[in-house]
Nanobody
Framework: EVQLVESGGGLVQPGGSLRLSCAAS????????MGWFRQAPGKEREGVAA???????KYADSVKGRFTISKDNAKNTLYLQMNSLKPEDTAMYYC??????????????????WGQGTQVADSS
């Protein structure tokens, strides 16, 4: 059974940093495209960053230069380093997985597996 478990969320002041983690199990991790999505209250879930199984990346315009997606195949873990956080980054953050062959995309329907989410909130 494929499982994705996010962690690392919390309260953070504007300008601060957080690193989210997504621990994956139940499949050959290195052969998947992975993505981070977020959903704020009253808004649709949106793509934040995605990474392909060979390492190509894609970022939403709103986070370019501030967020970095990476993965550690040996640890079966996906990361999202978030710097210079803004109040508008407040949301529930989800990781998602799409088995290869796959493309680096923000199309939610292409992702087969989702985690339960971790909350990032503005503490100001």
């Amino acid at each position: 059974e494929v499982q994705l478990v996010e962690s690392g969320g919390g309260l953070v002041q504007p300008g601060g940093s957080l690193r989210l983690s997504c621990a994956a199990s139940g499949y050959t991790y290195s052969s998947y495209c992975m993505g981070w999505f977020r959903q704020a209250p009253g808004k649709e879930r949106e793509g934040v960053a995605a990474i392909g199984w060979v390492g190509s990346t894609k970022y939403a315009d709103s986070v370019k230069g501030r967020f970095t997606i990476s993965k550690d195949n040996a640890k079966n873990t996906l990361y999202l380093q978030m710097n210079s956080l803004k109040p508008e980054d407040t949301a529930m953050y989800y990781c998602a997985a799409d088995p290869a062959p796959c493309t680096v995309t923000f199309a939610r329907t292409t992702y087969n597996y989702w985690g339960q989410g971790t909350q990032v909130a503005d503490s100001s």
